[in-house]
C-alpha cells in the first residue's frame, strides 16, 4: 500500500490544477511567485497495484498504437541519428551516490523551471484555459512538469525528454555553445529512451509517458531540424487519449496535457489531410465540463471538422468528372458551412469583447521596416486565437474557391454567378489580406519577452500565410519582399519553420 495525497493548496484546487502538497508552498505556487494558500495533509490509502497516477489507466487492447508510434519515433530519424542513438549509453538514476542524485535532481528542477518561465511569462492566479497572457498552443500543457518531477525523478524517459527541451531552448534563448550534433545527440538518446520505456510499458499507459512525448514534440516544433517528426510524437500522444476517451482529460494533470496536444494534434490532422477524433462532439464538450474554456479552445471547436473535409477532398479525384458532381457540391457546401462557424466564433469574440482585438501601430522595428504599420493585440490568447483563426479560413477558402471553379466547369458560367453571390454575402476579405493580417502580427509574437514560445506558436499560421503568396510569386512579389524580414529574423533566432 501506498499514501496518496487527497487535497490540494486552495490556489491550485481554485485554478484547478494538480498540487504536489509541498510545505510551506507548493511548487505550482513557487514558480508562479503567487502566495500559497495552504492546506491540510488528508491521506488516502490505494493498493500499489492501482493506479500511481489518479487517472492511469490499462490500454492492453491498444497495445499495437503505442509500440507503432514507438518504432515511428526511432524511424523518424534518419541514419546518422540511429547510429547517435545506438551508441548512447543511458546513465540511470539506480545505484548513484547520493551527491550525484541529488545534482540530478537539481538540475532537472532547473530545467523545469526554465521551460515553465518560457512559456508562461505572466504570472496569473487563473487557470491556462482563462489565462489570456499563456500561451495554448505551445505552453498549457507544461505546468504539470513540477508536479512530475517531485514524484517521477526515477524515470529515466521522462528526465532525459525534459533535458531535451530545455537544452534546446536554452541553445536559442540564451546563445550557448551547444553545436547542433551536440543538441541531436540529446534528443537521439530521449529517443532511445522513450522507445525502451514503451516496450516495457506493455500498452500500459501514464501520465509520465505523454509528458515525455509531448518534450519531444515541442523540441520538434521549436527547432524542426527533423522535418514532420513532431507529427510522430503528437500522434502517438493522440493514439493514447483516443485509447481512454475524453472523460479522464475532464480534470487535474490529464486535462493541462489535453489543452496542449490537442492544437497539435487538430495541425498535424490538417496537414496529413486525415480526419480526427477531436471532431467528435465527447471531445468537444467532456474534457471541459466544469473547467473555464478559453477563446482557442473554442475556437478549435470549430475548426476539429476541417480536417475530415480535406480528407474527402483529396480522396475525391478528379473534380472535373461528371460522375464527382453531386460528391463536389456537397463537400462545397460543407465547407461553406464551416466557414460559416468560423466566421459565428469571430462575431462571438468581437461582441463579447470590452475593447479592440487587435489594432494597427507603428511597427517597433523587431521584424519588419520600422516605417511599416503592423497589427498589435491585448495579449498573447488573443493573438495567437485570431491568427489562427485566418489561418484556419485561409485553408477552407482555398479547398472552397477551388471546388467552385470545378463546379462551374461542369454547369456553366450561370453556376458561377450563384456561388459568387453566396460566397459574397458572407462578407469575405480575399484570402492575400488575410495573410497579410497574419504576416503583420508577427511583430507582436516576435517581442523579445516572448522569447520562442511566442514566434514557435506561429509555425503554421505563418507557414500557411506565406504559401498564399508563394502560389503566384509574379503576383504577390511585394508581399514576398516585403515579409522576407520575417524570414531572416526568425532564421536569427534559430528558428526554422518546416515546409508544409
Not at 496518496?4 to 494538480?18: D, I, M, P
Not at 514558480?31 to 492501482?50: D, H, K, M, N, T
Not at 536554452?170 to 534528443?187: D, F, S, T
Not at 489562427?388 to 461542369?410: D, N, Q
Request: net charge positive; charged share 20%; aromatic share 8%.
Amino acid at each position: 500500500m501506498r499514501a496518496k495525497r487527497r487535497n490540494v493548496c486552495q490556489v491550485c484546487r481554485s485554478r484547478k490544477l494538480a498540487c504536489d502538497g509541498k510545505q510551506p508552498a507548493c511548487s505550482q505556487c513557487i514558480l508562479r511567485r503567487i502566495p500559497c494558500s495552504g492546506y491540510r495533509q488528508e491521506f488516502v490509502f490505494v493498493s500499489q497495484a492501482s493506479s500511481d497516477i489518479e487517472n492511469q489507466a490499462e490500454l492492453k487492447d491498444k497495445s499495437k498504437k503505442v509500440s507503432g508510434y514507438q518504432k515511428k519515433a526511432l524511424n523518424n530519424s534518419n541514419d546518422d541519428h540511429a547510429r547517435l542513438t545506438r551508441s548512447s549509453q543511458p546513465a540511470s538514476l539506480n545505484g548513484m551516490g547520493t551527491q550525484l542524485e541529488a545534482r540530478r535532481c537539481y538540475e532537472l528542477d532547473d530545467d523545469i523551471q526554465f521551460i515553465v518561465q518560457h512559456y508562461a511569462p505572466v504570472n496569473s492566479n487563473v487557470p491556462a484555459e482563462s489565462n489570456t497572457f499563456h500561451n495554448q498552443i505551445c505552453g498549457a500543457w507544461v505546468e504539470v512538469l513540477p508536479l512530475l518531477s517531485t514524484t517521477r525523478r526515477n524515470k529515466q524517459f521522462l528526465l532525459s525528454a525534459v533535458k531535451t527541451l530545455a537544452t534546446a531552448l536554452r541553445h536559442h534563448n540564451l546563445g550557448n555553445e551547444l553545436c547542433q550534433h551536440q543538441i541531436l545527440k540529446i534528443y537521439c538518446d530521449s529517443l532511445g529512451h522513450m522507445g525502451k520505456a514503451l516496450t516495457e510499458a506493455r500498452g500500459a499507459f501514464h501520465i509520465e509517458h505523454s509528458t515525455a512525448i509531448m518534450c519531444l514534440a515541442v523540441t520538434d516544433v521549436m527547432i524542426p531540424t527533423w522535418e514532420s517528426s513532431w507529427m510522430t510524437h503528437v500522434n502517438g500522444v493522440g493514439d493514447i487519449a483516443e485509447s481512454l476517451g475524453p472523460e479522464p482529460f475532464s480534470s487535474g494533470i490529464l486535462h493541462a496535457l489535453f489543452i496542449g496536444f490537442r492544437p497539435l494534434l487538430l495541425i498535424s490532422s490538417i496537414l496529413n489531410r486525415r480526419k480526427t477524433f477531436l471532431a467528435r462532439e465527447e471531445w468537444t464538450t467532456t474534457p471541459f465540463r466544469g473547467q473555464p474554456v478559453s477563446m482557442m479552445q473554442l475556437l478549435l471547436n470549430k475548426a476539429s471538422e476541417l480536417p475530415a473535409l480535406l480528407e474527402r477532398y483529396y480522396d475525391m479525384g478528379d473534380l472535373a468528372e461528371a460522375s464527382n458532381f453531386v460528391a463536389v457540391k456537397r463537400l462545397w457546401k460543407d465547407f461553406q458551412n464551416i466557414l460559416r462557424s468560423l466566421r459565428e466564433w469571430e462575431l462571438m469574440l468581437h461582441s463579447q469583447a470590452p475593447s479592440p482585438l487587435f489594432w494597427s501601430r507603428p511597427n517597433p522595428g523587431n521584424s519588419l521596416p520600422s516605417d511599416v504599420n503592423v497589427l498589435w493585440f491585448p495579449n498573447i490568447m488573443t493573438a495567437n486565437s485570431l491568427t489562427y483563426y485566418w489561418a484556419f479560413e485561409i485553408v477552407a477558402r482555398e479547398h472552397l474557391s477551388i471546388l467552385g471553379r470545378a463546379i462551374t466547369t461542369t454547369m456553366g458560367n450561370g453556376q458561377q454567378a450563384s456561388l459568387q453571390t453566396l460566397s459574397e454575402s458572407t462578407g469575405e476579405k480575399p484570402v492575400a489580406a488575410l495573410a497579410e493580417m497574419i504576416c503583420d502580427s508577427m511583430s507582436y509574437l516576435m517581442q523579445p519577452e516572448m522569447g520562442l514560445y511566442g514566434p514557435g506558436s506561429a509555425f503554421f499560421t505563418l507557414t500557411t500565410a506565406i504559401r498564399v503568396f508563394q502560389s503566384e510569386q509574379d503576383h504577390y512579389s511585394f508581399q514576398l519582399s516585403r515579409y522576407q524580414p520575417i524570414v531572416d529574423r526568425l532564421v536569427s533566432i534559430g528558428i526554422h519553420f518546416p515546409r508544409i
